[in-house]
């Protein structure tokens, strides 16, 4: 049984930054493509980040460089370092564990409980 547990959202002004924390338990971590969505009120969820467990990354469209996708399979962490937040970044942050193929993220079954990510003045 996978359990993914996230970390380190909060309340952060225009500009500021966040790192966001997923440590996982069972499951094989180092084989797994591990990723980050986020989800806001009324929205559809979205994929912000994904990583492969050999390292290769994609981002979300929106993140335009701003956030880097990191993994530490001795830990069985993902983390998420978010630079330069917006207000419209303001939602939901939930840590999947999915599959890796065709240069994409795929969307697991194994999900975090999330963490609120919320940029206001």
């Known amino acids: 049984q996978v359990q993914l547990v996230e970390s380190g959202g909060g309340l952060v002004q225009p500009g500021g930054s966040l790192r966001l924390s997923c440590v996982a338990s069972?499951?094989?971590?180092?084989?797994?493509?591990m990723g980050w969505y986020r989800q806001a009120p009324g929205k559809e969820r979205e994929l912000v980040a994904g990583?492969?467990?050999?390292?290769?990354?994609v981002y979300g469209g929106f993140v335009k460089g701003r956030f880097t996708i990191s993994r530490d399979n001795a830990k069985k962490t993902v983390e998420l370092q978010m630079n330069d937040l917006q207000p419209e970044d303001t939602s939901v942050y939930f840590c999947?564990?999915?599959?890796?193929?065709?240069?994409?993220?795929?969307?697991?079954?194994?999900w975090g409980q999330g963490t609120q990510v919320t940029v206001s003045p």
């Open positions: 999947n564990k999915g599959t890796f193929y065709d240069n994409k993220y795929h969307m697991g079954i194994n």
């Open positions: 069972g499951g094989a971590f180092s084989i797994s493509a």
């Open positions: 990583i492969s467990r050999g390292g290769t990354i």
